[in-house]
């Protein structure tokens, strides 16, 4: 792994308002790979739940996004004699993860969601020292001040405004 780069928490504090809807923020564990394009990996040197954890407080204090997590559905098959200190990784896990919440997707599908991300839009990749298999929290950030059911009827609102003929006549 790489050597971990000195200020990335003031840096991260730096970038957190450039980030917003769209963009992720992948919490990987040491065996992420580096990456080239609108992919920053960052090697923080941290403990991997103590990463997650420290990011998802940096995000419940940005009023401007809210996270969106998803962990690898390999993680939950994953035994302690296949990946030793797995179930306690598990259980860390679920703790820090309690405040947003969570989506067990198959790793490939997470990793082809960030690729794809990639081409329009920033990922920042936190690199932690964890040694555990399928651990890793991807975040997609979404609007921290618009929640999903306020666009749902805000869509419903536009969508019975178009059936209905204007009286209006054109200037």
Excluded at 28 to 42: C, I, K, L, M, R
Aim: hydrophobic share 45%; aromatic share 6%; charged share 20%.
């Amino acid at each position: 792994m790489g050597s971990p780069k000195p200020g990335w928490k003031k840096q991260f504090r730096q970038v957190l308002p450039e980030l917003g809807h769209r963009n992720w923020i992948l919490i990987a564990d040491s065996a992420y790979p580096a990456q080239t394009g609108a992919v920053e990996v960052v090697s923080t040197g941290e403990d991997h739940i103590d990463l997650v954890s420290w990011v998802l407080k940096e995000l419940a204090d940005a009023a401007h996004v809210r996270p969106v997590a998803f962990l690898d559905a390999e993680l939950s098959a994953l035994t302690d004699e296949l990946a030793p200190g797995v179930s306690e990784t598990r259980q860390a896990l679920a703790n820090a993860l309690a405040v947003c919440g969570s989506t067990a997707v198959l790793h490939e599908e997470l990793i082809a969601r960030l690729s794809a991300t990639a081409q329009n839009f920033k990922v920042l990749v936190l690199k932690s020292t964890g040694v555990v298999p399928y651990s890793s929290v991807f975040i997609e950030l979404d609007c921290g001040y618009w929640a999903p059911e306020n666009e749902a009827e805000l869509r419903l609102l536009m969508s019975a405004g178009r059936r209905k003929p204007s009286t209006k006549k054109a200037r």
